[in-house]
């Protein structure tokens, strides 16, 4: 599907689903798991209320301290030619970015080597943030910057890249997503988790996203899974991984420590474990 070899030197994988359903957890238990196999790994933070630090393990003190992409001023201006429009608002409240000239596709190949942190297992993370102005639609500078970081790290970097996306397709653009390696979308039970997964397949159906599959998350019991794969049938994509319920996972995020490395996690990482090999196998298909 990916490649006809199975060592895979630049897989490209973002993970998306409805809010809440643990795509970020299965974000970082696949950084880490690719970057423990000796693996280049970039894990992307690409979700509006970003949480993938704290699930890689980052200590909270150096949470603070990180700055998304999206917020970094100095660095939008230098490269585009115009601050951020929630920097550059007229005193009417209107962008003054409107009819104004910036580059869209501004230098991005050193943004991650500059900004990206090491986190635990030496997985590199960058935090890209979101763009929050009210009525600055996508035609602004900073939207130009993340594109463009995003079509450079998914077509022309070297390593595993892993993106945990919102829920959607909203980052990639039709160039970008076609050079995804896989597409993975979250579903717990339920129906809303359901109606998100066959919305994300249509909008990368229109991006032309050629690999899709579906892992489930949260499962309790052979009969959920049973009716959850009944629902998402229609949707002829293949179920990866079935991860079941554990609560001690609620209790890592409470104590604000990485599910990875969490007590009595023993049964997801198994399942973790072969969702990576089941990804590594399908690339030789």
């Avoid at 490209?12 to 880490?32: E, P």
């Avoid at 209320?49 to 660095?75: C, F, H, Y």
């Avoid at 970081?149 to 160039?175: F, N, P, Q, W």
Wanted: net charge negative; hydrophobic share 40%.
């Amino acid at each position: 599907m990916f490649s006809k070899y199975y060592e895979v030197l630049d897989l490209k994988l973002a993970v998306s689903g409805k809010g809440g359903v643990g795509k970020t957890t299965i974000a970082a238990y696949l950084a880490r798991m690719l970057s423990r196999d000796n693996n280049s790994v970039l894990a992307v933070d690409a979700d509006p209320s970003p949480s993938l630090a704290s699930a890689l393990g980052v200590p909270e003190q150096d949470r603070k301290n990180l700055i998304p992409i999206t917020k970094m001023t100095d660095l939008i201006e230098e490269r585009t030619g115009l601050p951020p429009t929630s920097s550059s608002e007229s005193s009417e409240g209107g962008s003054t970015t409107f009819g104004k000239i910036f580059t869209l596709n501004p230098k991005v190949d050193d943004i991650a080597n500059r900004f990206a942190i090491k986190c635990k297992d030496n997985v590199k993370l960058l935090v890209l943030g979101t763009i929050d102005t009210a009525g600055a639609g996508c035609f602004c500078p900073e939207n130009a910057l993340l594109k463009s970081l995003l079509r450079h790290l998914i077509l022309k970097s070297d390593e595993y890249v892993i993106l945990d996306m919102e829920a959607g397709t909203e980052h990639l653009g039709r160039g970008t997503a076609k050079g995804l390696d896989l597409l993975i979308i979250v579903v717990e039970p339920g129906r809303r988790a359901v109606e998100t997964a066959i919305r994300i397949k249509k909008l990368a159906n229109d991006l032309e996203i050629s690999s899709i599959g579906i892992v489930l998350n949260k499962i309790n019991s052979e009969l959920e899974e049973k009716e959850l794969r009944e629902q998402l049938s229609g949707l002829d994509l293949p179920i990866l991984a079935a991860i079941p319920y554990n609560i001690n996972l609620v209790e890592a995020d409470l104590h604000d420590e990485s599910p990875f490395d969490y007590k009595n996690t023993e049964n997801i990482f198994s399942k973790m474990k072969k969702l990576k090999e089941r990804i590594h196998n399908m690339s030789k298909q």
